[in-house]
Structures are given as structure tokens and as C-alpha cells.
């Protein structure tokens, strides 16, 4: 096996452990060749010819059931995405065979194919499935060695949770949720890369659903822990997005200050995250792309954040400038807060 089957096996055996009603992965092309395949219970047979009933047993049904549903339900969707063009990346479509569910993702040049048990969520699942997706793109794009985080969080835990210091007597270890959100290519994950990781990726490719980050720093005598969450900006992404809103403490709404329309999209990024946060939290509105031509003024920013009474600031990802401090300013406004917040229970 090379490292990047052993990757993609390793994650879907880890997506299999954390979530009992995920039965099968596979990932084809777009003309429904099978180019991995995990299989939990067996469920995929070797041959993809849906017709071999040889077996005579309820195991070679199923089998059948789920390649024949596969085959069947995706070729239409294909033909539709392919006639409609929308110019969109990614497509999401869920189909039901007798005795299964089946979540598919189009993604550049693969599918992506979770077979769940009937009785499944979906809602529940989404987040895990466009969080592993996002994962699965990873490895497949990457060239060489595959750097991936295989684990699959516990999302029931880190989707609603509050953080807040640890210890309240001698406040030494904090922990934050941001969320970053805004139009898509405004510079979301550059600005998560630039901070984390120090660097300016410049293969653009947009992110599936979420990417999730943890970053520990020193801040004041502090050590802080955040944990970013990059969310994917696609409509179809809209109905999981909400979910990922739950126990934030910080919205970062970004803007590309090259692009009008990003700047105009900033109140309804807005309006999605209060609609459905459940915590305290403090806003931060980004310009990002400082380094190139403008389409909106300083003035015109600022006096929205003015109206909105959050802090404003401009960064550029590229080349660094004010990512850390932007960071690391929303971290101080969150602790002032916090302490705030704790003197008042007190
Ligand atoms: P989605 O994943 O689609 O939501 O996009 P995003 O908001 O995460 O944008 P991303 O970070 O992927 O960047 C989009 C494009 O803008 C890429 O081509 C980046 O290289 C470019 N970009 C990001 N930040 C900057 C910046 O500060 N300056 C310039 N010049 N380009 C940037």
C-alpha cells in the first residue's frame, strides 16, 4: 500500500470508530470508478459488476444494493451538475437505496461516498463528513509526504463548547473557539495559515467545508489555546455552517478589500453567525488584501465597524502584516471580557 492509501484508510477507519452508523467509504472518479474503498462490514464487493449474485447470500445483496444505487442514482446527478455548469466546486447530493443512506460529495475530480445506516442523522453526521472530506482532499492533492491530521475530534465537544480560563483564582491557561467567516476567496485560510503555520500557501484551492486548527501561545504570561475554525463558504455548506457557530467566542468576519461585493456580504456573514451562536462572543471585522489595489476606503470600514461597535483592521496574508496582531488582539478583547465577566459573577 502506498502512504497515501494507508492515510486514506487510516482516516476512514477513524471516521468508522468515531461514528458507529458509518458503514462504508469509497472514493471514485467522475465516472464512478471505485479508487479506495473502506469498508466496514463488507459491504463492497471487489467486483464492481452489480449484477454477480453468486454468493446467494444476503451479504452479496447488499453488496449489490449499495453499487447498483451507487451507479444508478450517480450517473443522472453527473450528467445534471455537468449540463448545469454552475461554475460551482463542490456539489453535495444524498440518495437513499433500501437499506442505506448514501452521502455524496463532488469534489475537482473525485466523489466522495459515505454509505450510512438507514436510521441515520444527517444532520448530526454532517459536520464530520465535511470535516473528513476536507481531509480526504488533502491527501489525495498532496504530492510526496502526506501531512494530515488522521484524528477525527469529537465534535460533540468542541462544536458547543464555552471556553473559558481554567483556573479563575491565577488566570494562566485560556482557551478560545474563533470562527473565521466571510465570502469565499476572501483570504479565510490564508490568514489561519499565516498565523499558524508562518507561511503563504499560494496553490489556492477553496476549502470543502471546514478546516479546523488549534494554535497554542504565550500572550501576556498566558498561555492561550485557539482553536480556529475555517469555514467553507459555499450555499450548500450553509445548512452544517450553523452548527460550527455553537460555542464561539469570537467571529472574524473577513472582506477582500479588492473586492466590493465581499465588503457589501459582510452584515448577512453577520446576521448567519448571531442567528445561531449561543455564547458570549466578540465580532472582529477584517480587510484583508491590504497589498493590492483597493475597491472600499479605510473610512467606509471603519465607519461600518463604528455603526457595529467592533473593532476594525486591515491585514494583508500575503505578506504578513497585522495577521498576528489581529490574533492576538481578539485574544485580549475575549480575556478583558472573560475577566469582566467573572468579576461581575464573583
Ligand atoms: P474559501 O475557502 O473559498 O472560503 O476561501 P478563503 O476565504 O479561505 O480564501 P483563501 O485563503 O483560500 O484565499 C483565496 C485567494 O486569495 C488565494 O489565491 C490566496 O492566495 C489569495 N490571498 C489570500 N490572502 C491574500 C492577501 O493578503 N493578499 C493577496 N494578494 N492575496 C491573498
Request: net charge negative.
Amino acid at each position: 500500500m502506498d502512504r497515501k492509501t494507508v492515510a486514506l484508510s487510516q482516516l476512514s477507519a477513524n471516521l468508522c470508530s468515531s461514528l458507529p452508523e458509518m458503514r462504508a467509504v469509497l472514493i471514485t472518479d467522475r465516472k464512478c470508478q471505485i479508487l479506495f474503498r473502506y469498508d466496514r462490514a463488507d459491504l463492497i464487493s471487489d467486483s464492481s459488476d452489480c449484477s454477480d449474485r453468486s454468493e446467494n447470500s444476503e451479504s452479496s445483496d447488499i453488496k449489490a444494493e449499495v453499487l447498483t444505487s451507487i451507479n444508478l442514482q450517480l450517473n443522472p446527478i453527473l450528467d445534471q451538475i455537468q449540463r448545469e455548469d454552475t461554475g460551482a466546486k463542490y456539489t453535495s447530493a444524498i440518495f437513499e437505496a433500501e437499506n442505506f443512506r448514501v452521502f455524496n460529495l463532488f469534489v475537482d475530480k473525485w466523489i466522495f461516498i459515505y454509505v450510512l445506516s438507514i436510521e441515520s442523522f444527517i444532520d448530526r453526521l454532517n459536520p464530520y463528513i465535511f470535516l473528513t472530506s476536507e481531509k480526504f482532499y488533502r491527501i489525495l492533492s498532496q504530492e510526496g509526504r502526506v501531512q494530515v491530521d488522521l484524528e477525527i475530534p469529537k465534535l460533540g465537544n468542541v462544536l458547543g463548547k464555552h471556553f473559558l480560563p481554567t483556573d479563575k483564582e491565577q488566570i494562566i491557561k485560556f482557551g478560545f473557539k474563533f470562527i473565521l467567516t466571510g465570502d469565499s476567496g476572501v483570504g479565510k485560510t490564508s490568514l489561519v495559515n499565516r498565523f499558524v503555520e508562518g507561511i503563504f500557501p499560494h496553490d489556492f484551492r477553496q476549502t470543502i467545508g471546514v478546516n479546523i486548527l488549534s494554535h497554542t501561545y504565550t500572550f501576556m504570561d498566558n498561555k492561550v489555546k485557539l482553536t480556529l475554525f475555517d469555514l467553507g463558504a459555499q450555499k450548500f455548506f450553509q445548512r452544517v455552517r450553523k452548527t460550527y457557530y455553537l460555542g464561539s467566542n469570537a467571529a472574524i468576519i473577513v472582506f477582500d478589500l479588492n473586492n466590493r461585493e465581499s465588503f457589501l456580504n459582510v452584515a448577512s456573514w453577520r446576521e448567519e453567525f448571531e442567528k445561531y451562536v449561543d455564547c458570549d462572543y466578540i465580532l472582529v471585522l477584517v480587510g484583508n488584501k491590504s497589498d493590492l489595489e483597493r475597491k472600499v476606503s479605510t473610512k467606509e470600514a471603519q465607519d461600518l465597524a463604528r455603526l457595529w461597535n467592533v473593532v476594525y483592521i486591515e491585514t494583508s496574508a500575503l505578506e504578513g502584516e497585522n495577521v498576528e496582531e489581529m490574533f492576538v488582539m481578539t485574544t485580549f478583547n475575549i480575556i478583558k471580557k472573560t475577566q469582566k465577566l467573572l468579576r461581575t459573577q464573583e
